[in-house]
């Protein structure tokens, strides 16, 4: 069981309020990704779950049972760092195994748990290995197998995939994801890419200087953002938003429209001329400087071979304008 419940819980740093009081649960199985910009306490936050930080007020739940005092050690939690921190002169074995060896557990239920862990993870080739001797996404497997071999009520991964380059980050994420579906353990993962937390959430958590700006699945925080920050934070590349006149059109302070739902039609209400093209095949991405709406960014089909310079007449699609007051919240 992995169900975690925060009430009420605060930390500040002697005058400076981190994380000023966040309610939130956390099903048992779910996974729940923290995203937000640098500096919006999301890491702050897993670590008061996990016991590596004393919250200042307020109380986590893991099961049903306070653990708001109790030591990381006994909280039932297994964290995978950013860094791997392995063991160099320790074979992937004895790296996995570490943490069963310190808490006095016998040999065979090690090498039972172990080679569990290896073959979840494809690395029963590698145990005999030394961490100089894998690549960075084996690595990081291993940090991970050292978690799941401890058999813990929830994981918990501090932006585990920020020192990998791009194919392995997206390898890896598959890797995670569907070890989540095997073994069915709530899993909390922060990141501050937004991508990582659409594709891999069951529930997104987004952060903004502490506070929880919204919580929902991917799909209706990409449809329904409660306030301009979310708006803001998830889509990429992010919605466009207009102000001014255009808005007040709309009744509305600002409006937001996301560049896959721009359409090139003729008799728009926004004209204006080409500025960066991005032609990535599939997709081709515009920036266009209109007179009337500013810089839009336009996702359009990768076949569209407009380039610097072209004029463009361009329209929101129909009911996917989205409204916000003057206080950045939406607008039913």
């Not at 307020?58 to 049903?64: E, K, L, S, V, Y």
């Not at 943490?99 to 016998?106: N, S, V, Y």
């Amino acid at each position: 069981m992995g169900k975690i419940v925060l009430s009420q819980v605060r930390k500040s740093f002697g005058e400076v309020d981190v994380i000023p009081g966040i309610d939130l649960l956390i099903e048992d199985g779910e996974f729940v990704v923290f995203v937000g910009p640098s500096g919006c306490g999301k890491s702050t936050l897993l670590r008061l779950i996990a016991g590596l930080e004393d919250t200042t007020s307020g109380t986590i739940a893991i099961d049903g049972k306070d653990a708001t005092d109790l030591p990381p050690a006994k909280r039932g939690l297994a964290m995978v760092f950013q860094s791997y921190a392995l063991y160099p002169h320790m074979t992937v074995r004895k790296n996995i195994a570490f943490p069963l060896k310190m808490a006095g557990m016998d040999q065979a239920e090690q090498d039972k748990r172990v080679d569990r862990a290896a073959r979840v993870l494809n690395l029963s080739s590698y145990l005999d290995r030394r961490p100089g001797q894998l690549s960075g996404g084996q690595r990081q497997r291993v940090a991970i197998g050292r978690a799941i071999v401890r058999e813990p009520a929830a994981f918990l991964f501090d932006e585990p995939l920020s020192n990998l380059d791009a194919a392995l980050r997206v390898g890896m994420r598959q890797e995670i994801s569907e070890l989540h579906q095997s073994l069915k353990t709530t899993m909390i993962y922060v990141t501050h890419d937004q991508v990582e937390a659409m594709t891999m959430a069951d529930k997104i958590v987004v952060l903004n200087a502490g506070r929880i700006e919204q919580v929902g699945s991917p799909l209706e925080l990409y449809h329904s953002p409660r306030n301009l920050f979310v708006a803001g934070f998830i889509g990429s590349p992010k919605m466009n938003f207009i102000t001014g006149a255009e808005a007040a059109k709309h009744d509305a302070h600002t409006i937001g429209v996301r560049p896959e739902h721009m359409e090139l039609r003729d008799g728009g209400p926004w004209t204006g001329k080409v500025g960066l093209s991005e032609h990535l095949g599939s997709d081709t991405f515009l920036r266009v400087e209109t007179a009337e709406a500013g810089t839009l960014t336009v996702r359009a089909n990768g076949e569209v071979a407009l380039r610097h310079g072209d004029r463009v007449s361009l329209a929101p699609q129909a009911g996917k304008i989205h409204r916000f007051g003057a206080d950045g919240k939406a607008k039913a």
